[in-house]
């Protein structure tokens, strides 16, 4: 006999079977089902506060061609940049006396020792000039072990590295296949980081073309699987100047990829409930309430893009990312308002550290 959506949603541990007909679910009904049992899963294991993280977008500078990134190497129409120390300095103390706790570096993938070496003399000036009272997500990309570890020690506290899609024929459509873009290196800079002592996050795009809900719940289980400590993710959305686009016409109408979302965000924090979810910007592009349904949805973490306006422009993985004009201080203003509309708290300065790794690491 067919199982109700509340008999799944009470399993101690969903099969892939019940995630995919949770997935599936079209009615309006059921569908708000699952995402007040995530409101209700989070208030009751993280609670109902929301964590910071201020968004440096150092450098678009990548070496890699993944076929759905506006920012891809072989994409000849970006005008490449990297942050002077002295911005990026600026947003980190913007984020500091603004209460953050917390703030997010994110880079194109670069590699050698001179990047190695960028990225450590910030977190440890970063740290000199906020007093060490924030903590640090880098999203840097593959890197060598020893390259992670010199990171750890510089002061990075968390790691957030995309695999995208766990299914590999799915990765080889949305990447190139070739050694620079292997699979299975992916698998190995995420095991690096869990052994340098990272609090380690990942996260796929949802509604990429030719993906099933089979494929998204195997994502599901996968993050499960790696015992991971935090997720970013949210819906793919296409960008005009990047290889996958021929494919755009295949895809899941905009409505449907933002709800799909809404339920794996939910279903995410249902079966982990200690983790960080970020509640993606990408939410926000496909419907303007986005960034506070993803946090109603189960999501406890939000991005304030602190990258100086004029740059801002060539960071655009997808088309149409929101807020590229905002100024760090307006955007930072209205979120507090939305925020609190919604019946939840900003934890300022605070570090918003993953409960999962502090229940993982006290075992
Ligand atoms: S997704 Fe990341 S690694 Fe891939 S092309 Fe874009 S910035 Fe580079």
Redesign the pocket.
């Known amino acids: 006999m067919k199982m109700q959506v509340s008999e799944m949603l009470a399993q101690q541990k969903m099969t892939k079977e019940m995630l995919v007909e949770l997935l599936g679910l079209t009615g309006q009904t059921d569908r708000q089902t699952v995402l007040d049992h995530a409101l209700a899963v989070k208030a009751a294991s993280v609670g109902r506060k929301v964590y910071l993280r201020g968004l440096i977008e150092l450098s678009?500078v990548?070496?890699?061609?993944?076929f759905?990134?506006?920012?891809?190497?072989g994409n000849k129409q970006v005008h490449r940049y990297t942050l002077a120390e002295k911005e990026v300095i600026d947003a980190a103390v913007f984020a500091w006396k603004h209460q953050f706790g917390s703030l997010v570096i994110q880079t194109?993938?670069q590699s050698g020792e001179g990047f190695a070496l960028l990225i450590e003399q910030l977190l440890i000036r970063i740290h000199e000039h906020t007093r060490h009272e924030l903590t640090i997500t880098l999203s840097c990309?593959e890197q060598p072990a020893e390259v992670y570890q010199r990171w750890k020690k510089a002061g990075a506290d968390r790691y957030l590295l995309r695999i995208e899609t766990t299914n590999r024929q799915l990765y080889y459509t949305i990447h190139p296949n070739d050694a620079h873009h292997a699979y299975e290196n992916r698998l190995e800079a995420l095991h690096h980081l869990r052994n340098s002592g990272f609090q380690v996050g990942t996260g796929v795009m949802i509604g990429l073309p030719g993906q099933t809900l089979e494929n998204l719940a195997d994502d599901l289980l996968f993050f499960q699987k790696m015992d991971v400590d935090m997720v970013g993710m949210g819906p793919y959305i296409e960008h005009a100047d990047t290889p996958l686009y021929s494919l755009a016409d295949t895809l899941r109408p905009p409505k449907e990829r933002f709800e799909l979302s809404l339920l794996m965000i939910a279903l995410l924090r249902i079966n982990m409930p200690y983790i960080n979810i970020a509640s993606s910007t990408a939410l926000e592009t496909l419907d303007p309430l986005g960034r506070q349904k993803g946090l109603l949805a189960g999501a406890n973490v939000v991005m304030p893009n602190l990258t100086p306006v004029s740059d801002r422009v060539n960071y655009q993985?997808y088309n149409n990312k929101p807020n590229l004009d905002k100024d760090a201080s307006t955007s930072t203003a209205s979120l507090n308002t939305v925020i609190s509309e919604i019946g939840e708290t900003i934890g300022f300065a605070e570090p918003g550290n993953s409960l999962h790794f502090k229940r993982r690491t006290a075992k």
Do not use: D, F, S, W
């Open positions: 678009n990548c070496g890699k061609n993944c759905y990134c506006g920012i891809r190497a194109g993938e990309g993985l």
